[in-house]
């Protein structure tokens, strides 16, 4: 299960579970965000003209398209419109895919991007509080027009007149496209539990992220092992006296691969354990606001061993690239 970054600030905000919607709040930006993943039912897309292409003018085109999504427990389908005439969500049917809004209270408002998970490929199809700048830009414009107006009844001056209305669209546009933005308020307790579980979070991608780095490093170690041993195996058959110290320099390599196999393994075991804590202090963070100190205390322990161990496989990689027989060993080729 993956975790979902929040698009404005990169935070972890959430996974999506089994009923395939995720809705969550940011506790840095305060955007809320929803996600509906499933699998892709039926699409359809048709591409509509808005002007024919006459002497000296271009043709305009939109394309409209209708998704059908399947969550476990309904169907949610997604009408959209993009402009020009190429076909710029090409998702097909039967792909796993999730469309990802920002919200306003329980409405999604801005559709941000649809990701198709069976390509990895990313759509992007808006930005965060774009329909809040539009609204803003909006009421912005008849305020600065009906200031002008104004003006001009009290008699001011062109130049004032011009100056004072521009000032007051701007002020405007700008104060109202923070105030309407999809932005939430929290209280402060709310906050600090909201908080304490998306850093949680962030705890667990970072590691689920290392451990995956570790398990290829661990298939990569073992491999190389095994192919310096059956090379071992071709020299030692053929007796010749001028491969012993290539053996021997071979065997040095084998040993210091074998150590950090060995490190792989416990860090594995260490990221398994670490990750299944904060996992259950993550599935309890809706009932208390924070870890209890005494947990908090064993937790920090247990990310310090892990520390430690991240380290000594640091070292034991530098140790590798900096020995120059046993590199030219590994070196693929």
Do not use: W
């Amino acid at each position: 299960m993956s975790v979902f970054l929040c698009p404005k600030c990169n935070a972890s905000l959430g996974e999506v579970g089994p009923t395939g919607i995720l809705e969550e709040v940011c506790s840095r930006c305060h955007y809320k965000f929803q996600v509906l993943k499933g699998r892709l039912v039926d699409r359809a897309s048709e591409q509509v003209v808005l002007r024919r292409e006459t002497p000296g003018r271009r043709p305009e085109f939109r394309r409209d398209y209708e998704l059908r999504l399947e969550l476990p427990d309904r169907f949610e389908v997604l009408s959209l419109t993009t402009s020009g005439p190429d076909d710029q969500i090409p998702v097909r049917k039967g792909d796993t895919v999730s469309f990802v809004h920002t919200m306003r209270g329980d409405r999604a408002e801005d559709l941000i991007f649809i990701t198709d998970h069976t390509t990895g490929e990313r759509f992007t199809l808006g930005r965060i509080g774009a329909n809040a700048r539009n609204r803003a830009a909006g009421i912005a414009i008849l305020l600065g027009l009906g200031t002008a107006v104004f003006t001009h009844i009290a008699g001011a001056a062109p130049a004032f007149m011009l100056v004072y209305s521009i000032a007051v669209m701007l002020g405007t546009g700008l104060f109202l496209s923070r105030r309407l933005a999809p932005m939430q308020e929290l209280p402060e307790d709310v906050q600090a539990t909201l908080s304490t579980r998306q850093d949680l979070l962030e705890k667990k991608r970072q590691m689920m992220l290392q451990r995956d780095y570790i398990q290829s490093d661990l298939r990569d170690k073992s491999a190389t092992i095994s192919r310096l041993r059956e090379l071992q195996g071709k020299m030692r058959s053929v007796g010749l006296q001028a491969y012993e110290s290539r053996i021997a320099t071979m065997d040095r390599a084998i040993a210091t691969l074998a150590s950090q196999v060995a490190l792989d393994e416990q860090l594995l075991t260490a990221y398994a354990r670490n990750i299944s804590i904060v996992e259950i202090e993550y599935e309890t963070g809706d009932a208390v606001s924070s870890i209890a100190p005494d947990l908090s205390e064993e937790l920090s322990i247990k990310f310090d061993e892990l520390r430690q161990l991240e380290e000594q496989h640091a070292d034991l990689s530098r140790e590798l690239e900096a020995n120059a027989e046993v590199e030219k060993l590994l070196r693929p080729g």
